[in-house]
């Protein structure tokens, strides 16, 4: 079946400049993350959505990042005001339902965003 | 702290079992140990998790001590595909998981 989607694969910017990030979860999947992974590093929480419950948006690193989720599916991550130290590969994964972050989560490819 | 211990990096040669350690001497009662692995130029992918007892799938065996300060993920038959940068995760009951740098696993022809 059709697993985790993203779009678009890589992005490249201007500093300064505004970026969405699009992820696709697998269908039926209530529970949606994103997390960022910088080169050489591990993952980085960024944000999680549970259904119509608030979002936990502990990971954020600033407020120029913000992400929303419409109809419960789809998710876009948008940095504003991109910054150099935002190049990083954007990871986002999906999990069924809720038993919140214990359960295995599918990720996607990725985005890889470059801030010149 | 939700911090695990992993060596950087291993090597294996191809066809035989590999031993992926992992500590993490302040888990509490309640933490699962979840393994992921991530393949080059690609997202990371679920590969077992456990709570107390040994754990196996078609993928791997996980073996949990006795005390729960640390585990192995074991590879029966490394092969070629394995080739990837494995995760030990420890999650501290309702928190998102925390990934460290894993350690990258090379295996050779």
């Known amino acids: 079946g059709a697993g985790v989607s993203q779009s678009p694969s890589n992005k490249v910017t201007e500093k300064g400049k505004d970026v969405e990030l699009r992820c696709d979860p697998i269908s039926g999947h209530t529970a949606l993350y994103w997390y960022r992974q910088s080169l050489g590093q591990g993952l980085e929480f960024l944000i999680y959505?549970?259904?119509?419950?608030?979002?936990?948006k502990s990971g954020l690193p600033s407020d120029r990042f913000s992400a929303e989720r419409t109809g419960g599916s789809v998710s876009t991550l948008t940095i504003q005001r991109t910054q150099q130290e935002d190049s990083a590969v954007y990871l986002c994964?999906?999990?069924?339902?809720?038993?919140?972050?214990?359960?295995?989560?599918?990720f996607g490819p990725g985005t890889r965003l470059l801030v010149l | 702290d939700a911090k695990t211990t992993q060596p950087n990096s291993m090597e294996s040669n191809e066809e035989e079992p590999v031993h992926l350690p992992c500590n993490h001497s302040t888990i509490s009662g309640t933490d699962y140990i979840h393994w992921y692995r991530q393949l080059p130029s690609q997202g990371p992918e679920y590969v077992i998790h456990?709570?107390?007892s040994n754990v196996n799938n078609r993928m791997a065996s996980l073996a949990i001590a006795e005390d729960r300060k640390s585990s192995t993920l074991i590879l029966h038959r490394a092969t070629l595909r394995d080739a990837a940068v494995y995760y030990c995760?420890?999650?501290?009951?309702?928190?998102?998981?925390?990934f460290g740098k894993g350690t990258r696993l090379s295996v050779i022809a």
């Open positions: 994964a999906s999990s069924l339902a809720g038993r919140a972050y214990q359960e295995t989560q599918y």
């Open positions: 456990g709570l107390t």
């Open positions: 959505f549970q259904g119509n419950s608030a979002p936990d």
């Open positions: 995760i420890r999650q501290l009951g309702n928190t998102p998981l925390v």
